[in-house]
């Protein structure tokens, strides 16, 4: 007879979380944002609706 306990069943792991910024911090007080991605400049702007606009 086997005298080992069983062994554990591995559980699910809730993800990691992802990194949040607050526009506000993000704009610090600005409508425009630079965003640099594989050497390119990107352009995220706060709209007058309060909506952002990612633009290349």
């Known amino acids: 007879?086997?005298?080992k306990p069983p062994a554990p069943v591995?559980?699910?792991?809730?993800?990691?979380?992802l990194p949040r910024f607050r526009s506000e911090d993000l704009?610090?007080?600005g409508k425009v944002v630079?965003?640099?991605h594989a050497e390119?400049?990107?352009?995220l702007r706060l709209t007058a609706?309060?909506?952002l606009i990612l633009t290349a």
């Open 40 to 43: 390119r400049e990107y352009l």
């Open 10 to 17: 591995p559980q699910p792991q809730d993800p990691p979380a």
């Open 34 to 36: 630079v965003i640099v």
């Open 49 to 51: 609706s309060n909506k």
């Open 1 to 3: 007879m086997n005298d």
């Open 27 to 29: 704009f610090a007080g």
